[in-house]
């Protein structure tokens, strides 16, 4: 399903590929894929699954749905599992989709047309939860200097300019992808790749807008299925700050973080790493400063 897109143009009937990262995501992984290839057409999909080293043969079925593309990896974590993902997709549009969500009929075709604006870098919708349907966000704020984020409230029926965009259902046209490198393969496991990816588009001059006239249901769980570090955590944290915020920015972060026992493995594993040549290429490419980002919307930090 070879994608047709030229940069900023979308054709009138984008090919989408979807890119579903799972690692023992049990019965949910099955269910969130069904939901895929039933509300997508046949004739402009593509669905691609990324098995990061599950243990409980939850992938399994997908030896009998020949329009999946399995590929397997071993422990490479959300961002870099979803570049994985999008390197071998050939759609107009790349879709990136947590294994446990239910979107509705017609939703791709409302994402896909905010992205016909090439100033446009990604979309997602509302995203409320299967346990507790009252609880919906739209978009996220970061909040303080520990970079915390929060959900957003609906503020109208138009497609909305949000901070950060929510990853487990999020847009964006294959040239972005291309342009931008999409999420940032140093970033380890879970935590931070949405507010990373969406802070960097917005200084780099794309816009991040959520998509309000529809919601996907989204399992929160206190815990994911597999072990996570609160060092990963803060260290995804760190390493925003490092890549894309000024001195005094970076200094309250610091200040902030420090606090956490996990605070000098995660500052050893920033040292480990390329952040201070991140940090120069994109200034170099970046139309935005950060004092601009979140004065833009009102943020603290």
């Not at 004739?43 to 009998?64: C, G, H, M, N, P």
């Amino acid at each position: 399903m070879p994608g047709s897109e030229l940069d900023g143009v979308l054709p009138s009937r984008p090919t989408v590929s979807v890119v579903i990262i799972t690692r023992n995501e049990g019965s949910e992984l099955e269910a969130t894929v069904t939901n895929v290839l039933q509300t997508l057409p046949r004739d402009r999909r593509e669905v691609i699954v990324v098995d990061d080293d599950s243990t409980d043969d939850s992938t399994a079925f997908l030896t009998k749905v020949p329009e999946v593309t399995v590929l397997h990896s071993t422990g490479l974590g959300v961002a870099r599992a979803r570049n994985y993902g999008a390197e071998s997709a050939t759609g107009d549009v790349i879709l990136f989709a947590d294994a446990h969500v239910r979107a509705p009929a017609g939703c791709y075709e409302l994402m896909c047309d905010v992205l016909r604006d090439a100033s446009v870098g990604s979309v997602a919708p509302g995203v409320y939860s299967m346990k507790t349907p009252e609880r919906v966000g739209f978009g996220l704020d970061v909040t303080g200097p520990n970079l915390h984020t929060t959900w957003r409230r609906k503020a109208g029926a138009q497609p909305q300019a949000v901070p950060v965009l929510p990853g487990c259902f999020l847009a964006m046209r294959r040239d972005v992808y291309r342009r931008t490198g999409g999420y940032d393969p140093v970033m380890r496991q879970l935590g931070g790749n949405d507010a990373e990816l969406s802070c960097r588009l917005w200084l780099l001059g794309y816009r991040q807008l959520v998509v309000p006239e529809f919601a996907v249901a989204h399992l929160f769980r206190e815990l994911p299925p597999y072990p996570s570090l609160w060092t990963s955590v803060l260290h995804n944290r760190l390493r925003m700050a490092f890549v894309h915020f000024g001195r005094e920015r970076l200094e309250r972060v610091l200040q902030a973080l420090r606090g956490y026992e996990a605070f000098p493995a995660a500052m050893a594993m920033i040292r480990d790493t390329n952040v201070f040549s991140r940090r120069a290429d994109l200034l170099g490419a970046r139309q935005f400063d950060d004092d601009w980002y979140f004065e833009q919307f009102t943020l603290t930090c």
